[in-house]
């Protein structure tokens, strides 16, 4: 497969090897210095991995878009156009596979977590909260799984309705993400919840970027040939 790679920092590099290793080849890896004869050689690929950031992932979509290329997109920070994006994705018969982390683990604890809060909708008796630790470059706080994480309990816990950046909420209906950067670090999150006689806690840590590099290879292989609009949800089956 011929695979173009949109962003070539630390994560598109560990995308680069992983895909050449699984045989792959990379026709384009477009760098924030690339010309437009680099994103030429955009149509020539099958697909698109795109890991840059939450001000130019949209106009990089759109670009995959124009070039008639599938795209897996795995910068955050850019929701707020995801409407825009997946409508005109469906409108020009366009493809694209969008998520907040493409780690296969961190998405058995997305479902993990859904399952645990609709386990506390009938225990008021416990709080819950929220953490997030990342690197210093990381752009965007809370970070997209943590947001991830944080719907996946709204919609399963009846007594909270929104969520707010911060160690601590005053609010009953609030869920509070304390977001931390620390140097190095590749991703940690965990969802406490809190009563008077006991804590539970769930945790998923990442030991380097390569879990995330290999999930979008493998979404990158999945994404191949089809059309339409889709998630890691879709490529794990849940």
Not at 59 to 68: P, R, T
Request: proline residues 2%; aromatic residues 8%; contains cysteine.
């Amino acid at each position: 497969m011929k695979i173009a790679l949109i962003g070539y920092g630390k994560m598109g590099q560990m995308i680069e090897q992983i895909a050449i290793s699984k045989g792959h080849q990379i026709v384009v890896a477009i760098k924030s210095d690339s010309t437009q004869q680099d994103w030429n050689l955009l149509r020539n690929a099958d697909v698109a991995i795109e890991f840059t950031k939450p001000d130019i992932a949209m106009q990089n979509i759109f670009k995959c878009f124009d070039a008639n290329v599938p795209v897996v997109v795995g910068t955050t920070g850019w929701y707020q156009h995801l409407e825009e994006v997946k409508l005109r994705c469906i409108s020009e018969k366009q493809t694209i596979l969008t998520a907040t982390n493409f780690s296969i683990g961190v998405n058995l604890f997305f479902h993990l977590n859904k399952v645990l809060a609709k386990l506390m909708e009938n225990l008021p008796e416990y709080s819950v909260k929220m953490e997030e630790i990342h690197h210093t470059k990381k752009l965007d706080a809370p970070s997209g799984t943590a947001i991830t994480l944080a719907e996946g309990i709204l919609a399963e816990l009846s007594r909270k309705n929104n969520w707010k950046l911060g160690s601590e909420s005053s609010l009953e209906n609030e869920i509070a993400i304390n977001a931390i950067r620390k140097d190095e670090v590749p991703g940690t999150h965990s969802i406490t919840y809190t009563s008077a006689i006991d804590d539970i806690e769930i945790k998923h840590t990442a030991h380097s970027r390569a879990g995330f590099a290999s999930g979008a290879v493998i979404a990158a292989e999945w994404l191949h040939g089809k059309k339409g609009v889709f998630t890691m949800n879709d490529l794990i089956g849940f």
